[in-house]
């Protein structure tokens, strides 16, 4: 009986020792520390943004959901150029968007206008005096139409080529034939991160949530903090606007705005903009009053340099006016400067 019951404790001791050998041998073929894409994002913000400020809810919902182990392996595999014949598993399990030769949608959203621009149309901007408590106006459709994705893990992203010069690699890699939807989107995606930034403007594409935090930092400095809007609830109907809050004491300041991208892998395209007021609004069923949403809003300066093909959107004249304010979009973020005001309302001097 003794030797029964110590054969039976033996074995899944044994199941768990050769496990460990097995992750740890993942763990030194690739020279890389076992820990899943979330959690070396958790430790990136701790390291790089400045005073502590909450978790960003939305990048890390963002997050690769690769395991530790998938993630060092396919990490191994993009460094030896052997990625594309694990396409179908890698695909799958970092949940990328990788067949859109079958989704029938795809390549309306890829001619659309390009992301940054995409908001640009009658009905989407609304005037400053509207982002008051009580006021009533009907929100535009703020749903992203573009499919589910989400970001690479650094380690993954740095192997892979993005470049129109490397575009034979990049179709390879993601199995894209000639002429095929893929292609569309990869050659529509490289064309926007490629393009010249506007006079002034600063701009970037991202494929990793590191790189989106690297950005905003190389704009804004590291005391920072990033927004979106909450849900899609209030799209296309009349609206209430409830509480609001002016960022920063409703002063005029730069930001950074990243705008999603359509690309088989979650991609954004980041810019600076200059002359910003923002504003957090709750959004109220106008009937039952209840708060159905949290919103963001920019209000941009009309400048000297404002694009001209805008020109039916400007709601202000005059360089140094409001131009026009626009809700944040689903999956669209700004960053911008921790809120100084309540700084100085926790530390007084």
Not at 28 to 42: D, H, M, R, V, Y
Not at 165 to 178: G, M, P, Q, T, W
Not at 292 to 320: F, K, Q, R
Request: charged fraction near 20%; glycine fraction near 4%; charge should be positive.
């Amino acid at each position: 009986m003794r030797t029964k019951k110590h054969s039976s404790m033996t074995t899944p001791l044994l199941l768990l020792f050769f496990s460990s050998l097995i992750v740890g041998s993942a763990s030194a073929s690739t020279g890389e520390n076992l820990s899943t894409p979330k959690s070396n994002l958790i430790g990136y913000w701790n390291e790089r943004i400045q005073r502590n400020h909450s978790k960003p809810t939305f990048l890390l919902s963002k997050a690769s959901p690769l395991s530790a182990v998938d993630s060092a392996r396919f990490s191994k595999l993009a460094a030896q150029n052997a990625l594309s014949s694990h396409f179908p598993a890698f695909c799958a399990s970092a949940n990328l968007f990788c067949y859109p030769d079958s989704t029938p949608s795809t390549e309306e959203l890829i001619f659309a206008a390009p992301a940054i621009t995409a908001w640009v149309r009658r009905g989407n901007f609304f005037r400053e005096s509207i982002a008051k408590e009580g006021k009533v106006m009907r929100m535009p459709n703020i749903k992203d139409k573009m499919p589910e994705r989400s970001f690479l893990p650094r380690s993954i992203l740095s192997k892979l080529p993005f470049s129109t010069f490397k575009i034979s690699e990049l179709k390879r890699l993601f199995h894209a034939d000639d002429n095929s939807t893929m292609e569309s989107m990869i050659v529509e995606a490289l064309n926007e991160c490629e393009s010249a930034p506007s006079p002034g403007e600063t701009k970037r594409c991202v494929g990793s949530a590191e790189d989106m935090i690297d950005f905003a930092i190389s704009v804004l400095g590291r005391n920072i903090v990033v927004r979106s809007t909450e849900n899609v609830k209030g799209s296309k109907q009349n609206i209430m606007i409830g509480s609001v809050k002016g960022i920063n004491g409703g002063k005029v300041m730069q930001l950074v705005a990243c705008h999603p991208t359509l690309f088989p892998y979650l991609l954004y395209s980041c810019h600076s903009v200059p002359k910003v007021r923002v504003y957090e609004m709750d959004i109220l069923d106008p009937n039952s009053k209840t708060k159905i949403n949290h919103g963001v809003a920019s209000c941009h300066m009309h400048t000297s340099d404002s694009n001209p093909n805008h020109a039916e959107l400007t709601i202000a004249s005059g360089s140094g006016q409001i131009k026009a304010c626009h809700w944040l979009f689903e999956n669209h973020l700004i960053w911008t400067v921790a809120d100084l005001s309540l700084q100085t309302k926790e530390h007084p001097r």
